[in-house]
Each structure stands twice: as structure tokens, then as C-alpha cells.
């Protein structure tokens, strides 16, 4: 029925539309629907920089603004993907300016971020707006200084977990006199000094600025200075907290703090003496956002008394010398909770940090709870049964055991049962990570169950080719699947190759698979790139066909083999 009205009525029923996911189905309705939703779409999201080329993109979303593009899978957090393996930005950069694309805002993830690349970026879309980098390297203070001068009407830098060359301190200076339209600036992953003074003058003619996030080179009595000009902040990332309790300063601080209202979001103390905290309780109060995950040194009476305060908070990441004890108040005093995530201390000097106790305690205190990341040293069944029955609405669930093939330590039995009650239980679950001892039968439970997951990853488990079979025929909304050091070999990736012309991605490293067999599936299906590597050696066409492949990386792509792979690539 919708095709007897007017385009321009459809489009506008469409700007309501905002899912990337219901905007791709939306185009697939006919052939009407295809060329408006072309026409009218203005966000993308490319999970795979490899996965289609840049032109083609153009080609198909003319009226593209903002972008959101990934580069190196997401094992490259854990070390596993070579130095040099890619995901370069400039291609895409160069071919969006060479087509005039009105580029708005860019979002980068495990991409190579060249200055050059953003010295073109900041001078090509004239209108441009938003930059996100996330785990980014490759460009130094240079890159971030031209983006600082050269784009006018910038409301949003924001770095995360970046490897940045700081060559100077003076970028935040290149910032113009006439540039008032900041509403976010994150630079706390920058390890050197910034310019205090061309910060505090950034800050002060900001009116809108909501979110500042600042790294350890920002003293507090310059984040007194900072806060006292931006009361209207919703976001804050302290970077250093370190001061005299007793001294002229901190009493200032408390003061400003108190005006301080608006303040929802709490993230950083890079630095931070533990008896200043005291000052920060009147914000505690308000938050609903609270990140503690680098704050080495908050021990765990300092973050009880801390939590103690933050009865609101939805998001909370905090390291696990917070213990058990201290997860347990998390429990009694967050009612609202529905993200947590426990980082591991580094080093790991107490083995008993954070255990199934913990999390029993905040599954029976935050019913809300959708989203887990949990770092632990042991784990039992009965408690992720206990976990699966009071919280059923778990989205994501990541349990990441330090010791990756310890048992139940109760029952010395694998972790296959209480796994598969998460799973039984938690039936809109998209993304799972596994740890622990684990059989084929956890991966029988995870193909009969988690009909919704889309994301996998696996370590350490399994016990034949049948764990990764059951897995693939089961989980069809599968779209990207882990493995490392499992024992899956040419069966398990050959049994039904369609069913990676559904998936994103296949990764694949210190597993049972063979070269021929990774040839047999390439051949079958050209659509796919197929690369193997080992960063050790250069690439031979050569290689025997019984020869193991150290590492697989599989996906799908529009783009044909790519031309940038390094020597130690070899794309079958």
C-alpha cells in the first residue's frame, strides 16, 4: 500500500527510520524502496573496512554524511593480529573527497589513522563535525592539530584508547579563537602535556560543551579552573586527582564541585590520591555512568565508600581489587544497573580478587542487568545457573576466566552446564564469550538455544570438530565468529562453507586447520577472501597443503583481494 504515495512522503516516513539494520531491510522491499533509500540515507556503518571498496559506497549512498568503518578484527585487542597486517584509512578519505561526498562525521575502530590522512580529512569537507577514534594508530599530535585548525565547525573529537605520538603539547593551541561549537573532547588516552591555557580558552567558549574527558597532564587545580567555567558539563573524565587534602586548591575544588549539577557521567582518575575522594561524593549522587576501569589506584575501602554513593548508576566499569565484598554493596546499592564490566588488575597479584561469590551477589541485587564483562579467577556452574535464572535478559555476556581451562572448582566438572543454563535462559543474548573447561556439549547447548547470537568468541574449549559444527548449523543470526586454541579442524570449516556467505567474519588462529583445506574453501566460494598468515615468515605459494595455518582470517567482501597485504598475507 505504501507504494501509492509519493516518494516525498516516503522519504519522510524514512528519516524516522534510524537502525542500520531496518534501513538494509527497508531497501529490499522493491525496487522503489531501493533507489529512495539510496537516495535519502546519510548514515552507514561498514563492520569490515575490506568488505566493499570505498567507491562502490559512494556509488550507492551518494548523500552519505556520516560513516562509521572498522578495520582489524577484534582479536587485534588481544595481540593476536600482526603489526603491519592493515586497515589503512587514506583510501577511503582520498576517494570521499575526490567525490565531493558532504562527510559530517567519521568514526574509526582498530583502523591506521595516518596524519596525512587526517590533515586531507580536515580539509576536505568543509562542514565536517565529528571525529571518533577508537583504538586507532598511526598519526601523532601533527594529524589532530591540522583536524584543530582547519575544521571550523567541529562539535565532537573523541580518542579512545589510542596510540598517539605526542610530539608537542601545543595542539589544543590550533583550535581557533572563532571555534565555539564543541560539544565533546576526549583526549584522555594522550600520554604527554597539553597547553593548559589554550585549554582553559577552549573550555571557556564552549557554551555547549558537554562531555570533556582529560588525560593525566591536567593538574587539579586546573580542573578546578576548568570545572568553575563549564558547570554545565554532563560528562567528566578526570585525569589527575592528586593534591594536599588540607591545601587551598582542594578546598576550592569542593567548592566548584558542589555547583556542579549537571554531572551524570564519571570516568578517568588516571592519577588520583584515594583521601581526595571524599571531595567528588556530591556529584556520586546523580551519576548514572561511572568508569573507574583505569584507576589502579582506588583500592577496594576507597571504591566501597565510593559506590556507597551511586545509588542511580545504569553503567558501571571498575577493576577487580574491588573483591567480592565490594561487589556485594555494588548489589545492595545499584538497584539500576544494566551494564557491568570488572577489568583484571595488573599485575594480577591477588588471585582471589573477584570469584563466583561477586557475581552471584550482583545478579541477585540488579535484576536490570543486560550487559557483563567479568574477569575472574573461577567460576562454577551452579552460580552461572543461579546468574541465567535472575537475570534472563542478558544481551551480552562475557565471562573471561584468567586461568582459560580451569573447571568448576567445586565439582572439578567442565562449565558446559552453567554456560548452556545462560544460554537456555537468556534468549535474546547477541554476543558471548567462553571460558573455562568446556566439551562439545556447551556448543550442542549454544546451536540449540541462542537462536539471537550474532558474535562468538571462543578459547581454549572444545574437544572435536562437532563443538564448531553444532555452533554454525544452530546459530543462524551468527555474524562473526572467534576461535583461538581450540581444537577444530578441516571438517568443522568445511561442512557447510555456505554458511559464512551469511556471516561477517571467521577468525580462526592455533587451531587443527589446513592449509589445502583453507585453498578447497576458497575455491568454493570466491566471494569470500580467505587469508592466511604467520608474521614470521614471508608467504609462500609454496606452502603444503597439510602444512597447519598458524592464523585465518575469513570474510566476506564485495571488494575482490585486497591490494595493501603485507608480505606474511597470503589471500587464497
Given at each position: 500500500m505504501?507504494?501509492?504515495?509519493p516518494?516525498?512522503?516516503i522519504?519522510?516516513v524514512?528519516?524516522?527510520?534510524?537502525s542500520?539494520?531496518?534501513?538494509?531491510?527497508?531497501s529490499?522491499?522493491?525496487?522503489?524502496?531501493y533507489r529512495?533509500?539510496?537516495c535519502?540515507?546519510?548514515?552507514?556503518?561498514?563492520?569490515n573496512?575490506y568488505?566493499?571498496?570505498?567507491?562502490?559506497l559512494?556509488q550507492r549512498?551518494p548523500?552519505?554524511?556520516?560513516?562509521?568503518?572498522?578495520?582489524?578484527?577484534?582479536?587485534?585487542?588481544?595481540?593476536l593480529?600482526p603489526?603491519?597486517w592493515?586497515?589503512?584509512?587514506y583510501?577511503?578519505?582520498e576517494?570521499?573527497?575526490k567525490?565531493?561526498?558532504g562527510?559530517e562525521?567519521?568514526r574509526?575502530k582498530?583502523?591506521?589513522?595516518?596524519d596525512e590522512?587526517?590533515?586531507?580529512?580536515s580539509?576536505?569537507?568543509m562542514?565536517?563535525k565529528?571525529l571518533v577514534?577508537?583504538?586507532?594508530?598511526?598519526?601523532?599530535?601533527?594529524g589532530?592539530?591540522?583536524?584543530?585548525?582547519?575544521?571550523?565547525?567541529l562539535?565532537?573529537?573523541?580518542?579512545?584508547?589510542?596510540?598517539?605520538?605526542?610530539h608537542?603539547g601545543?595542539?589544543?593551541s590550533?583550535?581557533?579563537?572563532?571555534?565555539?561549537?564543541?560539544?565533546?573532547?576526549?583526549?584522555?588516552?594522550?600520554?604527554?602535556?597539553v597547553?593548559?591555557?589554550a585549554l582553559?580558552r577552549?573550555?571557556a567558549?564552549?557554551?555547549?560543551?558537554?562531555s570533556?574527558?582529560?588525560?593525566?597532564s591536567?593538574p587539579?587545580?586546573?580542573l578546578?579552573?576548568?570545572?568553575?567555567?563549564?558547570p554545565?558539563?554532563?560528562?567528566?573524565?578526570i585525569?589527575?586527582?592528586?593534591?594536599?587534602?588540607?591545601?587551598?586548591?582542594?578546598t576550592?575544588?569542593?567548592?566548584t564541585?558542589?555547583?556542579c549539577?549537571s554531572?551524570t557521567?564519571l570516568?578517568?582518575?588516571?592519577?588520583v590520591?584515594p583521601h581526595?575522594l571524599?571531595?567528588?561524593y556530591?556529584i556520586?549522587?546523580?551519576?548514572?555512568?561511572?568508569?573507574?576501569?583505569?584507576a589502579?589506584?582506588?583500592?577496594?575501602?576507597?571504591?566501597?565508600k565510593?559506590?556507597?554513593?551511586?545509588?542511580?548508576?545504569?553503567?558501571?566499569w571498575?577493576?577487580?581489587?574491588?573483591?567480592?565484598?565490594?561487589?556485594?554493596v555494588?548489589?545492595s546499592t545499584?538497584?539500576?544497573l544494566?551494564?557491568?564490566?570488572v577489568?583484571p588488575?595488573?599485575?594480577?597479584?591477588n588471585?582471589?580478587?573477584v570469584?563466583?561469590?561477586g557475581?552471584?551477589?550482583?545478579?541477585?541485587?540488579?535484576?536490570?542487568?543486560h550487559s557483563?564483562?567479568?574477569?575472574?579467577?573461577?567460576?562454577t556452574?551452579?552460580a552461572?545457573?543461579t546468574?541465567a535464572?535472575?537475570?534472563?535478559?542478558?544481551?551480552?555476556?562475557?565471562?573471561c576466566?584468567?586461568?582459560?581451562?580451569?573447571p568448576d572448582?567445586?565439582t572439578?566438572?567442565?562449565l558446559?552446564?552453567?554456560f548452556?543454563?545462560?544460554?537456555?535462559?537468556c534468549r535474546?543474548?547477541?554476543?558471548?564469550?567462553l571460558?573455562?573447561?568446556?566439551?562439545?556439549?556447551?556448543?550442542?547447548?549454544?546451536?540449540m538455544?541462542a537462536?539471537?547470537?550474532?558474535?562468538?568468541s571462543?578459547a581454549?574449549?572444545?574437544?572435536s570438530?562437532?563443538?564448531m559444527?553444532?555452533v554454525l548449523n544452530?546459530?543462524?543470526?551468527?555474524?562473526?565468529?572467534?576461535i583461538?586454541?581450540c581444537?577444530?579442524?578441516?571438517?568443522?570449516l568445511l561442512t557447510?562453507?555456505?554458511k559464512?556467505e551469511?556471516m561477517?567474519?571467521?577468525?580462526?588462529s592455533?587451531?587443527?586447520?589446513t592449509?589445502?583445506?583453507?585453498?578447497?574453501?576458497a575455491?568454493?566460494?570466491?566471494?569470500l577472501?580467505?587469508?592466511?598468515?604467520n608474521?614470521?615468515?614471508?608467504?609462500?605459494?609454496?606452502?603444503?597443503?597439510?602444512q597447519?595455518v598458524?592464523?585465518?582470517?575469513?570474510y566476506?567482501?564485495l571488494a575482490?583481494?585486497?591490494k595493501d597485504a603485507?608480505?606474511?598475507v597470503w589471500?587464497?
Amino acid at each position: 500500500m505504501m507504494n501509492y504515495f509519493p516518494d516525498e512522503v516516503i522519504e519522510h516516513v524514512f528519516d524516522y527510520v534510524v537502525s542500520h539494520r531496518d534501513r538494509n531491510a527497508l531497501s529490499l522491499v522493491c525496487k522503489s524502496w531501493y533507489r529512495i533509500e539510496r537516495c535519502t540515507r546519510q548514515k552507514v556503518f561498514i563492520g569490515n573496512c575490506y568488505s566493499i571498496s570505498p567507491e562502490r559506497l559512494i556509488q550507492r549512498f551518494p548523500a552519505l554524511k556520516s560513516l562509521t568503518l572498522k578495520g582489524k578484527p577484534h582479536f587485534a585487542d588481544f595481540s593476536l593480529v600482526p603489526h603491519g597486517w592493515g586497515g589503512f584509512v587514506y583510501p577511503w578519505i582520498e576517494a570521499l573527497a575526490k567525490s565531493r561526498v558532504g562527510l559530517e562525521e567519521l568514526r574509526l575502530k582498530r583502523m591506521v589513522v595516518s596524519d596525512e590522512s587526517l590533515e586531507l580529512l580536515s580539509r576536505s569537507f568543509m562542514n565536517f563535525k565529528s571525529l571518533v577514534l577508537v583504538s586507532c594508530e598511526g598519526f601523532s599530535t601533527d594529524g589532530l592539530a591540522a583536524v584543530a585548525a582547519n575544521c571550523r565547525f567541529l562539535r565532537e573529537l573523541d580518542l579512545q584508547e589510542n596510540e598517539v605520538d605526542d610530539h608537542k603539547g601545543q595542539w589544543l593551541s590550533c583550535f581557533p579563537d572563532s571555534c565555539t561549537s564543541l560539544v565533546s573532547l576526549n583526549f584522555a588516552c594522550l600520554k604527554g602535556d597539553v597547553s593548559l591555557g589554550a585549554l582553559e580558552r577552549l573550555v571557556a567558549r564552549s557554551p555547549n560543551l558537554k562531555s570533556l574527558r582529560l588525560n593525566r597532564s591536567v593538574p587539579l587545580d586546573a580542573l578546578q579552573r576548568i570545572m568553575m567555567r563549564a558547570p554545565q558539563l554532563v560528562d567528566l573524565g578526570i585525569g589527575s586527582f592528586v593534591h594536599d587534602p588540607d591545601s587551598e586548591t582542594y578546598t576550592k575544588l569542593k567548592n566548584t564541585i558542589l555547583k556542579c549539577k549537571s554531572i551524570t557521567s564519571l570516568s578517568g582518575f588516571l592519577e588520583v590520591s584515594p583521601h581526595c575522594l571524599a571531595a567528588i561524593y556530591p556529584i556520586c549522587r546523580n551519576l548514572t555512568s561511572l568508569n573507574l576501569s583505569y584507576a589502579a589506584g582506588i583500592h577496594g575501602s576507597e571504591l566501597i565508600k565510593l559506590i556507597r554513593h551511586c545509588g542511580k548508576l545504569q553503567r558501571l566499569w571498575i577493576m577487580d581489587c574491588i573483591g567480592d565484598k565490594g561487589l556485594g554493596v555494588v548489589a545492595s546499592t545499584c538497584k539500576d544497573l544494566q551494564e557491568l564490566r570488572v577489568f583484571p588488575s595488573v599485575p594480577y597479584v591477588n588471585p582471589a580478587a573477584v570469584t563466583e561469590k561477586g557475581l552471584v551477589a550482583i545478579s541477585m541485587g540488579c535484576p536490570k542487568l543486560h550487559s557483563l564483562l567479568y574477569f575472574c579467577h573461577q567460576m562454577t556452574n551452579a552460580a552461572l545457573i543461579t546468574v541465567a535464572k535472575n537475570c534472563p535478559n542478558f544481551i551480552r555476556f562475557r565471562l573471561c576466566i584468567l586461568d582459560a581451562t580451569k573447571p568448576d572448582p567445586d565439582t572439578m566438572q567442565p562449565l558446559d552446564e552453567g554456560f548452556g543454563a545462560i544460554v537456555q535462559s537468556c534468549r535474546r543474548l547477541r554476543r558471548l564469550s567462553l571460558s573455562g573447561q568446556l566439551t562439545d556439549q556447551v556448543f550442542l547447548y549454544i546451536g540449540m538455544y541462542a537462536e539471537q547470537l550474532e558474535m562468538l568468541s571462543i578459547a581454549f574449549a572444545g574437544e572435536s570438530d562437532k563443538g564448531m559444527q553444532y555452533v554454525l548449523n544452530g546459530c543462524k543470526k551468527l555474524r562473526k565468529l572467534e576461535i583461538r586454541d581450540c581444537p577444530f579442524g578441516n571438517m568443522a570449516l568445511l561442512t557447510d562453507v555456505g554458511k559464512y556467505e551469511t556471516m561477517r567474519s571467521l577468525w580462526m588462529s592455533s587451531c587443527e586447520v589446513t592449509v589445502g583445506a583453507c585453498k578447497r574453501l576458497a575455491k568454493k566460494m570466491p566471494r569470500l577472501n580467505v587469508e592466511i598468515f604467520n608474521e614470521n615468515e614471508q608467504a609462500d605459494c609454496s606452502m603444503e597443503d597439510g602444512q597447519r595455518v598458524e592464523k585465518m582470517y575469513l570474510y566476506r567482501t564485495l571488494a575482490g583481494k585486497r591490494k595493501d597485504a603485507p608480505e606474511y598475507v597470503w589471500t587464497l
